[in-house]
């Protein structure tokens, strides 16, 4: 990656697509207005920014509040240089319609984000969530033929267990569809259960992997320490900033990191580049100064011997505590699915 200041990075494939992609990519949602930053000017700087730094990769989605138009606004001029993700499938108003993987809400929705982007294709297309009252087949079918009309280069998931994204592989084989090519999972040194069953099944199939949650929603900064309490921790936003499991582990990571001279944001950073079924992890900046701070440890790479003691304090595989935005399926969301009938609880 070649930026105005003579940074070199290697651009990665993503996945089997021939699209070469940053192992740093721009996440959007911060740029939402009702989210984030609330000057869109100043959205648009960081955006350029990155872009200047050698970013190629630029993700949004539908449900981000106003991100899709900022965006739009931001790539005038620079569209052929950049690969543009988007999302869908939550929903997009009180209208039930209005949400899922429907063949009928995906051929709006696009449209909708075409003109919000203000372009005629979308390089990476991606669906939010799984939509468990949508068959896959209908999902797929749509999606192939939005590729097949050129308003699609490729389509993906997001945060999708790994029996589903093989079930999908599958329909897309029997059916003569097209498949996903990407997944878009969390990913960070405290959330590392994709490790398990996720990467390995993308890698098998040979999908591109854009990992977002890198910084942990915040606690891989370092702003948030044990016994402390910041503005993050006493606005009670995000349950997990006062999950005393994830801070032992962040006060176990300070020091290491502090040994290898890097920043904390760094060092998770690095991490999360660093596995081989990992094409780029999601920045999420909302100003400048945290993009220069990110853009400053872009060619940190991590020895075995500091990826080992990551090791130690967690263990592959494994997740210490939960993201407040985890992935539970509807099973364990909706309590009528898990739960026979009273009179067929009865006759038993």
Do not use: C
């Not at 799984?130 to 699609?152: F, Q, W």
């Not at 591109?208 to 370092?222: D, I, K, M, R, S």
């Not at 853009?295 to 990826?307: F, H, N």
């Amino acid at each position: 990656m070649t930026g105005q200041g003579g940074q070199t990075t290697r651009y990665r494939t993503l996945g089997r697509t021939g699209i070469r992609v940053s192992p740093y990519a721009l996440g959007t949602l911060m740029f939402a207005t009702s989210i984030g930053n609330p000057d869109p000017d100043d959205s648009i700087r960081v955006i350029h920014k990155a872009l200047d730094a050698g970013i190629n990769l630029v993700d949004t989605a539908d449900s981000y509040g106003d991100s899709e138009e900022i965006v739009g606004k931001a790539l005038k001029g620079r569209r052929d240089g950049v690969v543009l993700a988007t999302k869908f499938s939550r929903a997009m108003g009180d209208d039930p319609n209005r949400q899922g993987a429907s063949r009928r809400w995906i051929m709006t929705a696009v449209e909708a984000s075409l003109r919000r982007l203000q372009t005629d294709h979308i390089d990476v297309y991606q669906i939010h969530r799984l939509d468990p009252t949508t068959d896959i087949e209908e999902t797929l079918s749509a999606l192939s033929d939005l590729i097949h009309s050129g308003k699609v280069r490729a389509i993906g998931s997001s945060t999708t267990p790994a029996s589903d994204i093989v079930e999908a592989q599958w329909v897309a084989e029997r059916r003569g569809l097209e498949r996903f090519r990407t997944e878009q999972p969390p990913y960070s040194i405290l959330n590392r259960a994709i490790e398990r069953e996720v990467l390995p099944v993308t890698q098998r199939y040979g999908m591109g992997t854009l990992v977002w949650g890198p910084l942990a929603q915040g606690l891989l900064t370092g702003r948030v320490r044990k016994g402390e309490h910041n503005d993050l921790r006493r606005a009670g936003l995000l349950r997990h900033l006062n999950d005393e499991r994830r801070l032992d582990a962040v006060e176990a990571l300070i020091p290491l990191a502090q040994e290898a001279g890097l920043s904390m944001t760094h060092l998770a950073m690095a991490f999360a580049i660093a596995h081989p079924g990992v094409t780029s992890a999601l920045l999420g900046p909302r100003t400048l100064e945290q993009l220069d701070d990110l853009l400053a440890g872009i060619d940190v790479t991590l020895t075995d011997d500091i990826l080992d003691r990551i090791d130690e304090i967690v263990p592959p595989g494994t997740d210490v505590g939960t993201l407040d935005q985890a992935y539970l399926p509807p099973p364990i969301q909706r309590s009528e699915l898990r739960r026979r009938p009273v009179n067929e609880r009865a006759a038993t």
